[in-house]
């Protein structure tokens, strides 16, 4: 079992910035990846970037690329999305998820969820 906490959402103006963290606890060991996901209201879970556990590999969904940035501080079991120059569009329960196997491409190779974080941006 993994335990996943996220942190760090709140409401920001259109252009500032917000850093996630996602604690992981449990099995940290057989993780493969970990992920970053949001969902808004009425629309399906999409991916956002994720990030593999051992080499530090990165993907970043075309929306996020050059304004989000995936990290991981593997000595504290914690991945961190830095969100800058937010725009609206941005606003959704962001939540991370944690891979054992796969490619880590799908929502369906995370086997472990945090509860998420709400991110809003104010136009």
């Known amino acids: 079992q993994v335990q996943l906490v996220e942190s760090g959402g709140g409401t920001v103006e259109t252009g500032g910035s917000l850093r996630l963290s996602c604690v992981a606890s449990?099995?940290?060991?057989?993780?493969?990846?970990m992920g970053w996901f949001r969902q808004a209201p009425g629309k399906e879970r999409e991916t956002v970037a994720y990030?593999?556990?051992?080499?530090?590999?990165?993907y970043y969904d075309d929306r996020a690329k050059g304004r989000f940035t995936v990290s991981q501080n593997n000595a504290k079991n914690t991945t961190f999305l830095q969100l800058n120059s937010l725009k609206p569009e941005d606003t959704a329960m962001y939540y991370c998820?944690?891979?054992?196997?796969?490619?880590?491409?799908?929502?369906?190779?995370?086997?472990?969820w945090g509860q998420g974080t709400q991110v809003t941006v104010s136009s």
């Open positions: 998820a944690a891979a054992l196997s796969g490619l880590c491409v799908s929502t369906r190779d995370y086997t472990y």
């Open positions: 990030i593999w556990i051992r080499g530090g590999s990165t």
């Open positions: 449990g099995k940290t060991a057989d993780m493969r990846c």
